[in-house]
């Protein structure tokens, strides 16, 4: 069973400040590793996704790196903005022993303060 | 367009009145699942469907049912709902299946969510 783990569990920067999110899973057998946003109540918005066989992906001033023998995953935000303000969900989904399970971490919670 | 529809968005209801909560996806996709949202518990899988008729059950189960007698649905049933299942639920749906192997693109789709309160 996969654990999913992100650090930190909050951050709170000024505004233009790049970031780094953490996220770290315990079995490399997954199809893709996909990082979400979510504000307050609301549902979660894809960010990015990356393909097993992928090591990395940018939107805009997002860039998301894999490396799946170490079993981690880094989201990058450049220049960041008070509208980047929520929270930041790395899943996996994963191929190994539980086959089709999407297991999330636990989040973290971004502040960007003007 | 591409999408993932739950309704209700929003549920209040009594202990023990049966309610159905469903998920319908236009993307031909074969897996979709349930999620429960929990402050301080994230996002837990409840049931998940990896096609028409197969189902199995996620990390929290208990309490809940789910069929999927056509693709692109997948109904949450609560058949006596108590106050420990008010949460936050979403939907999801993907590509990945037992038969979608190789795979190419298995982006996880979500519903908006229904937020549920059990009185």
């Known amino acids: 069973k996969q654990e999913v783990t992100q650090i930190p569990a909050a951050l709170s920067v000024p505004e233009g400040e790049n970031l780094v999110l953490n996220c770290s899973f315990t079995d490399s057998a997954i199809y893709n590793l996909q990082w979400f946003r979510q504000d307050p109540g609301k549902g979660l918005t894809s960010l990015l996704l990356i393909q097993s066989s992928q090591r990395e992906q940018t939107s805009g001033r997002l860039n998301a790196s894999l490396d799946k023998s170490s079993g981690r995953s880094t989201l990058y935000i450049a220049a960041s903005q008070p509208g980047d303000s929520a929270t930041y969900l790395c899943a996996v989904f994963d191929r190994g022993s539980t086959l089709g399970r999407l297991y999330f971490g636990r989040g973290t919670q971004l502040t960007v303060w003007p | 367009e591409a999408q993932v529809t739950q309704n209700p968005r929003y549920l209040i209801t009594v202990t023990g009145k049966k309610l159905t909560v469903t998920c319908s996806q236009n993307m031909n996709h074969e897996y979709m699942s349930w999620y429960r949202q929990d402050p301080g518990l994230g996002l837990r899988q409840i049931y998940y469907s990896m096609n028409v008729e197969v189902t199995d059950k996620g990390d929290v189960p208990e309490g809940y049912k789910v069929s999927r007698k056509e693709k692109r649905n997948f109904p949450l049933i609560l058949e006596s709902p108590s106050p420990n299942q008010t949460s936050l639920y979403f939907c999801?749906?993907?590509?990945?299946?037992?038969?979608?192997?190789?795979?190419?693109?298995?982006?996880?789709?979500f519903g908006q969510g229904t937020r549920l309160t059990v009185v």
């Open positions: 999801a749906s993907s590509f990945v299946g037992r038969s979608a192997l190789p795979l190419s693109n298995t982006e996880a789709f």
